[in-house]
C-alpha cells in the first residue's frame, strides 16, 4: 500500500471514530451499552474506538448505525452523500424524487417477495408491523448502499437475527 492510500485509509478510520464517539455523546450510550443494544459481541465497538478493528463488517456498522440513529454512510464519513438525509437508516426518505420512485418500487417489490419467501421457509408467522418492519429495513439497507438489487445475504442475515433470538 503506497503512502497516499494509507492516509486516506488512516483518515477514514479516524473519521468512524470520531463521528461514532460524537454520536455515542449524542445518545448517552457507553461502548458497553451500545454493543448489547446492537446485539454485537463484548469489545467490538470498544475495538472501534481504539482503532483495533480497522474494517469493521458491514453488519457490526448496520447494527451499531440502527442504534445510533444514522446511516452507515454517515458512520463513515460520507455526509456529502447525506447531507440532505438527517433521518435513521431505518426510516424511509420522505424526499420527492418521481425519477427514482419507479426504480425504488421495484426494489420496494424485491424486498417483500425476498421477505415472503424467508419467512415461509423458516416457517415464520410475524404479526403485520413486525413483517412491515423487516421489510423497511431490507428495503432501506440496499438503498443506503446505492445497490440495484436486494442484498439476500443480509436479508437472510437479518432475519435469523430478528426470528431466532
Known amino acids: 500500500m503506497n503512502e497516499e492510500n494509507r492516509e486516506k485509509l488512516g483518515k477514514a478510520e479516524s473519521q468512524l471514530q470520531k463521528t461514532l464517539k460524537g454520536k455515542m455523546r449524542e445518545t448517552g450510550l457507553s461502548a458497553h451499552l451500545l454493543e448489547k443494544q446492537a446485539g454485537l459481541k463484548r469489545s467490538s ?27 452507515i454512510n454517515e458512520l463513515l464519513g460520507d455526509f456529502e452523500n447525506n447531507k440532505n438525509t438527517t433521518q435513521p437508516a431505518t426510516q424511509p426518505s420522505t424526499t420527492d424524487n418521481s ?44 438503498l443506503e448502499n446505492k445497490l440495484t438489487t436486494i442484498d439476500v445475504q443480509f436479508a437472510r442475515w437479518l432475519a435469523k437475527k430478528w426470528w431466532n433470538e
Not at 478493528?53 to 440513529?69: F, H, Q, V, W
Open 99 to 142: 425519477a427514482n420512485d419507479m426504480i425504488n418500487i421495484n426494489l420496494y417489490a424485491e424486498a417483500t417477495q425476498l421477505t415472503n419467501e424467508i419467512l415461509t421457509h423458516q416457517n415464520i408467522v410475524p404479526d403485520r408491523q413486525k413483517t412491515l418492519k423487516f421489510i423497511e429495513e431490507v428495503y432501506n439497507y440496499a
Open 45 to 71: 465497538v470498544q475495538n472501534i474506538l481504539q482503532g483495533r478493528s480497522r474494517k469493521p463488517s458491514a453488519e457490526i456498522l448496520y447494527a451499531i448505525a440502527k442504534i445510533l440513529g444514522c446511516s
